[in-house]
């Protein structure tokens, strides 16, 4: 009976993270390849609503990279086994970094 089990997590769990991850790697090669495209035009440099309109997009991709970050944690905390003291550290990693003691 295991191996429904395992084929279920395969088609659930597994094949979708891959396919975020190659999804991710996509996000990056689009990301280096504007890089790219900001350094060729690096003496046009954009100016007044341009610039205020890309420093918003990228502001919105630190954001949403941010999220990802916390869900990741969240996902990696979860996949580990649960200590019986309450206070564990990887209990400490999932709150908000706003809320985390430094």
């Known amino acids: ?3 429904p089990a395992a084929a279920n997590v395969e088609l659930t769990i597994l094949l979708p993270l ?3 991850a190659n999804q ?3 996000v990056e090669a689009d990301l280096r390849f504007l890089n790219a495209k900001t350094l060729a035009y690096a003496d046009q440099r954009p ?3 341009h610039a205020a309109q890309i420093a918003r997009r990228l502001e919105k991709i630190n954001e949403v990279l941010e999220q990802i970050r916390d869900l990741i ?3 990696e905390a979860d996949l580990e086994p649960k ?3 309450p206070a564990s550290p990887s209990s400490d990693s999932r709150k908000p ?3 985390r003691d430094d």
């Open 47 to 49: 100016g007044g609503d």
């Open 18 to 20: 891959g396919v975020i």
């Open 73 to 75: 944690a969240d996902f």
């Open 97 to 99: 970094l706003s809320d």
């Open 83 to 85: 200590s019986a003291s």
């Open 24 to 26: 991710l790697m996509g």
């Open 1 to 3: 009976m295991t191996e």
